[in-house]
Nanobody
Framework: QVQLVESGGGLVQPGGSLRLSCAAS????????IGWFRQAPGKEREGVSCINSRDGNTYYADRVKGRFTISRDKAKNTVYLQLNSLKFEDTAVYYCATAVYCRLVPTGEWNHWGQGTQVTVSS
């Protein structure tokens, strides 16, 4: 049925790049806001980025502005998060989720969640 699957995580060196994917099945992302969140060991889950599929507006947390880019491929029903200039502090499990509007707080407004993909930045 309704499912979100994250992929693309891995081990990279500081300054490296990754592209994360959030693929939806069982429903269309066309009418949703899709957010990326992350959770590092011992820390609270935090919002990273969001795209509103209805108007194309994008949003970024201050910590990642200028380094991360969110985008959507309508034909593939997939949202991407391009991670550039990665730092040690970017190490976390990254999750995608859906809501009606972009608000980067991991509350009940986010109705569907994927299982996450691990990003590890290490030298």
């Amino acid at each position: 049925q309704v499912q979100l699957v994250e992929s693309g995580g891995g081990l990279v060196q500081p300054g490296g790049s990754l592209r994360l994917s959030c693929a939806a099945s069982g429903f269309s992302l066309d009418y949703y806001a899709i957010g990326w969140f992350r959770q590092a060991p011992g820390k609270e889950r935090e919002g990273v980025s969001c795209i509103n599929s209805r108007d194309g507006n994008t949003y970024y947390a201050d910590r990642v502005k200028g380094r991360f880019t969110i985008s959507r491929d309508k034909a593939k029903n997939t949202v991407y998060l391009q991670l550039n200039s990665l730092k040690f502090e970017d190490t976390a499990v990254y999750y995608c989720a859906t809501a009606v509007y972009c608000r980067l707080v991991p509350t009940g407004e986010w109705n569907h969640w994927g299982q996450g993909t691990q990003v590890t930045v290490s030298s």
